[in-house]
């Protein structure tokens, strides 16, 4: 069992950025590929990106690509969400996610057996 809990989130101006953080409880974080996806009022919730057990492979969808990047620390059980260049179609609320089966990352809802919470970032224009 592994709780999630997310933070960093908030309001911030068009262009400006945010750090996303995720503590993990447990200790076997490192066991598991982390990711983030995101949910804005009315859509889907939609991948964002992944990162290995490593930490040294990540993958991210291609509205974020170039904007956004994931590292973990596996000492401190935390993956974190590095978003810059911020648009205000990434206001959303962003969750963290834990998946245990993969190892170089996992881009569908479905392959994730542990959520956080969520924290909201919005992005005013």
């Known amino acids: 069992q592994v709780q999630l809990v997310e933070s960093g989130g908030g309001l911030v101006q068009a262009g400006g950025s945010l750090r996303l953080s995720c503590a993990a409880s447990?200790?076997?974080?490192?066991?598991?590929?982390m990711g983030w996806f995101r949910q804005a009022p009315g859509k889907e919730r939609e991948f964002v990106g992944t990162?290995?057990?490593?930490?040294?492979?990540?993958y991210y969808a291609d509205s974020v690509k170039g904007r956004f990047t994931i590292s973990r620390d596996n000492a401190k059980n935390t993956v974190y969400l590095q978003m810059n260049s911020l648009k205000p179609e990434d206001t959303a609320v962003y969750y963290c996610?834990?998946?245990?089966?993969?190892?170089?990352?996992?881009?569908?809802?479905?392959?994730?057996?542990?959520w956080g919470q969520g924290t909201q970032v919005t992005v005013s224009s």
């Open positions: 996610a834990a998946d245990r089966d993969s190892t170089y990352g996992a881009i569908h809802r479905n392959e994730y057996d542990y």
């Open positions: 990162i290995s057990r490593s930490g040294g492979r990540t």
């Open positions: 447990g200790r076997t974080f490192s066991r598991y590929v």
